[in-house]
């Protein structure tokens, strides 16, 4: 596709139950970033895929989240027994491989936890 | 792993004034350096990216920064601020091929 493509835009969910957010990265770039954005956190780092490497998971704030990429593509954020401290909009980002090119963002998911 | 400081949360200022959004990251042996922006109800942008070279990069909008190696700054500035400018902007150091690691953002309000 053209750009960063992610769904849901929107996910109404309640304290508890799992979700699944998904990231279609531009055709082509090896990189693949996910990030948090909520009010007055800024945006917040959470797991980093470059090609075939071990992904980059520091940024992950408990076992609660875990994130996959298949094939080098698709990746899918999930994130187990809800908190409403989860609510936030998540956004995913892809670059070609090299570290000085820029991020293309996706629209995000806005995640409301009840 | 690099670590980020944007010293202001809110700058805000009147239209026509000029303006500094600063930004800190800790030392490294090289280091790549990104400012990116996001207007309201937007997606985030590349503003303007310092890899090597001139130390003052010039971006979109007529933003430019300098870098400031001794004391590991990447500043953004611009002369003469427009209502449109409003927006929050990240800066986002860069160590080789390790994350992008996001500043917590500075939301720059001008008004006329």
């Known amino acids: 596709g053209a750009g960063v493509s992610q769904s849901p835009s929107n996910k109404v969910t309640e304290k508890g139950k799992d979700v699944e957010l998904r990231c279609d990265p531009i055709s082509g770039h090896t990189a693949l970033y996910w990030y948090r954005q909520s009010l007055g956190q800024g945006l917040e780092f959470l797991i980093y895929?470059?090609?075939?490497?071990?992904?980059?998971k520091s940024g992950l704030p408990s076992d609660r989240f875990s994130a996959e990429r298949t094939g080098g593509s698709v990746s899918t954020l999930t994130i187990q027994r809800t908190q409403q401290e989860d609510s936030a909009v998540y956004l995913c980002a892809s670059s070609l491989r090299t570290a000085g090119e820029k991020l293309f963002f996706g629209s995000g998911t806005q995640l409301s936890v009840l | 792993a690099q670590s980020v400081t944007q010293l202001d949360s809110q700058v805000p200022v009147f239209e026509e004034a000029p303006v500094e959004l600063r930004c800190n990251y800790s030392s490294s042996v090289s280091v790549y350096l990104f400012w990116y922006v996001q207007y309201p109800n937007q997606g985030l942008q590349l503003l303007l990216k310092?890899?090597?070279?001139?130390?003052l990069v010039k971006g979109i909008n007529g933003f430019e920064a300098e870098f400031n190696k001794s004391q590991t700054s990447f500043h953004l500035r611009k002369p003469s601020v427009h209502i449109s400018d409003t927006a929050e902007y990240f800066c986002a150091p860069r160590d080789g091929g390790t994350a992008l690691i996001f500043g917590k953002g500075t939301t720059l309000s001008v008004s006329s």
């Open positions: 310092y890899l090597s070279g001139s130390t």
């Open positions: 895929f470059q090609g075939n490497s071990a992904p980059d």
